[in-house]
């Protein structure tokens, strides 16, 4: 076999490489898992599960788990299933993806394309907000969303997530907006464009790839969050993170394993689906967290 | 450009404009973040208990703090669980990526499934892991009706073993993304050396061990960075596998602020507890944001 040209192949026997399918294979295997197990338990009747046999495919298939975990599961007080919970996180998640996200291209604009005096600086205080341990604001911020009458509240939530998530988008439009020419933007100064339309029009136009890392990060953040959900939502606001906690920790009763399942794939459908249509960008945007950029 | 003291409103105000966008930004920072940090480590040498109060007891939440049999607990479990966690998610990085890179069929399907792990929530994937590992219903009971019949595997039942079963389930959920970060890296080295050093006759091993990796060292630095961060941070996993259980077995410090905080009334504990979980991020994130910094003008 000869030296690849793209890739840093090794020169392999057919045993080695039967080896490395295998380690492949065998891996791809642990990463599914969790995920069929959940898939598999969620469309059986609660018996079959009792019954031992989590690997084996149901005898006889339903959807009813699905509907009682979406409908009707008894979730704290009420039996409300999990729905009213997935539009609360969807009220939250929203305008925090789009607030922090125009904010990141905004901030990241300013700091490549009007450099003043310390931005290095104000940059890096920036980027180390990233990194805090959550656990270091919640008490203040919990004494914080009292004082501005949002405790509990999905706008508190929304607050919380955009002042935590600004730190992420400003580094992902920075990295990217140091690299844009910055010829164009002094030639467009010198047609006379302001401040704003310089963005409008010349930045904001070639930003797509960058936005959509920026939201499919924040996106996912945000809906997977649980700390910040758990100390500051009220019953009215908690996320659907929380909600499938409460609904899978509870001590009461016979556990419904299925509708457990049930209830966790519905949770974790909107970023898996982000994942598989936008994978790509996914990756990106991991890699971009990863500070190199 | 330096403004003349007769320039005209809408000179100056261009001139501040990208300075105010801004500050709304840089306030929110400053307040939410270090105005935050400054008032909680205030908080941690004061006597407050279920709410915030100001009577300063100097080092006394410290002293209280380290004498805890659970903060030991849970600091021994951070220790063993970072140990464990940074490396093996290393190491099968690497060696996953390392495989995946020999011109393997199917690799961008390969990635997906390595990789989805990262884009769900551990309260999500909790659910199942904590179901499988379970010796009721979970891995052990099917074994045992498989006909292996002395099957054991009840670690998440065990004190001395519980905590291992959380860096399983961690390690299930990073070392894919650890594996495209390196992949990334091997990616990015030069083919001609590596074709040089092939023909002058170096074996597939030490291709290995001294060209490729060596130039990984980015590659490394990042994914020790963040796996460290995350490893400090993790919550939502030890609250959804195990509730910290069994006892105290797999309570970390994240946990354990948690609860001193919201429900045993112990603020001034949790906030020093608190402290020292920010000073240990500090301690990896300052250098390495510096070096990125500098390296970056």
């Known amino acids: 076999m000869s030296v690849a040209s793209q890739d840093t192949a090794i020169r392999t026997g057919r045993v080695m490489r039967t080896l490395i399918y295998l380690v492949l294979l065998l891996f791809a295997l642990f990463y599914m898992l969790p995920l069929y197990v959940m898939v598999i338990n969620s469309v ?30 008894q979730i704290g007080v009420q039996p409300t299933g999990l729905s009213p919970y997935f539009w609360n996180s969807i009220k939250m998640v929203v305008p925090a993806v789009a607030i922090s996200t125009v904010l990141g291209a905004l901030n990241g604009y300013v700091l490549t394309k009007w450099r003043f005096k310390y931005d290095t600086i104000l940059f890096g205080l920036i980027l180390f907000a990233c990194f805090i341990p959550f656990q270091i604001v919640l ?155 | 450009m330096p403004l003349s003291a007769n320039a005209d409103f809408k000179t100056r105000f261009q001139h501040w404009l990208p300075k105010l966008v801004l500050s709304p930004s840089l306030a929110m920072v400053l307040v939410f973040v270090y105005g935050f940090i ?3 480590v205030y908080l941690s040498f004061t006597d407050s208990r279920l709410l915030p109060s100001f009577g300063w007891v100097g080092w006394e939440n410290y002293s209280k703090l380290w004498r805890l049999s659970h903060w030991e607990t849970s600091i021994t479990n951070m220790g063993i669980f970072a140990a ?92 894919g993304f650890v594996m495209a970060m390196f992949l990334a890296g091997l990616r990015g080295i030069d083919n001609e ?14 291709l290995y061990r001294r060209i490729i990796i060596p130039q990984l060292r980015p590659a490394f630095l990042s994914a020790f960075v963040i796996l460290s961060h995350l490893a400090i941070k993790t919550f939502d996993l030890v609250i959804a596998l195990t509730g910290g259980g069994p006892g105290r077995a797999t309570e970390l410090p994240a946990t354990f602020m948690y609860s001193y905080t919201f429900s045993r009334n112990q603020m001034g504990i949790g906030a020093a507890s608190a402290t020292i979980m920010l000073m240990t991020i500090a301690a990896i994130m300052i250098p390495y944001l510096y070096a990125e910094l500098r390296e970056k003008n």
């Open chain 1, 44 to 73: 059986k009747p609660l018996d079959e599960i009792t019954g031992g046999g989590m690997m084996n495919l149901p005898q006889v298939f339903t959807l009813e788990p699905w509907a009682k975990a979406w409908s009707s599961a």
């Open chain 2, 84 to 175: 464990l966690y940074i490396g093996i998610c290393t190491v099968l990085g690497l060696g996953l990526a390392i495989f995946l890179d020999q011109k393997i069929r199917g690799e961008g399907m390969i990635r997906t499934i390595y990789l989805y792990p990262m884009a769900l929530s551990f309260i999500v994937t909790g659910t199942a892991w904590k179901w499988f590992l379970d010796p009721g219903i979970g891995l052990e009971n099917v074994m045992q009706s498989w006909g292996w019949t002395s099957f054991e595997f009840d670690w998440i039942k065990n004190r001395d073993f519980a905590i291992y079963t959380v860096v399983l389930a961690a390690v299930w959920q990073t070392s």
């Open chain 1, 139 to 293: 008490i203040p911020m919990a004494k914080m969303l009292g004082l501005m009458g949002l405790a509990g509240t999905t706008w508190g939530l929304v607050l919380v997530h955009v002042v935590y998530g600004i730190g992420f988008t400003t580094l992902y439009f920075r990295n990217y907006y140091a690299v844009f020419p910055t010829e164009l933007i002094r030639a467009a100064q010198i047609d006379g464009a302001g401040f704003f339309q310089i963005f409008w029009r010349i930045l904001l136009p070639s930003s797509g790839p960058i936005a959509v890392v920026s939201v499919i990060w924040q996106f996912t953040n945000i809906w997977n969050d649980f700390l910040f959900g758990a100390s500051f939502a009220g019953a009215d606001s908690q996320p659907m993170t929380v909600a499938l906690n409460n609904l899978v920790q509870a001590s009461h009763g016979v556990k419904e394993y299925n509708v457990h399942f049930a209830g966790a794939i519905l949770a974790a459908l909107p970023t898996l689906l982000v994942y598989i249509v936008a994978g790509r960008y996914f990756v990106r945007g991991l890699m971009a967290g990863s500070v190199k950029g």
């Open chain 2, 193 to 206: 050396i590596l074709k040089a050093a092939q023909m002058d006759g170096a074996s597939n091993w030490n």
């Open chain 2, 38 to 40: 400054l008032f909680s």
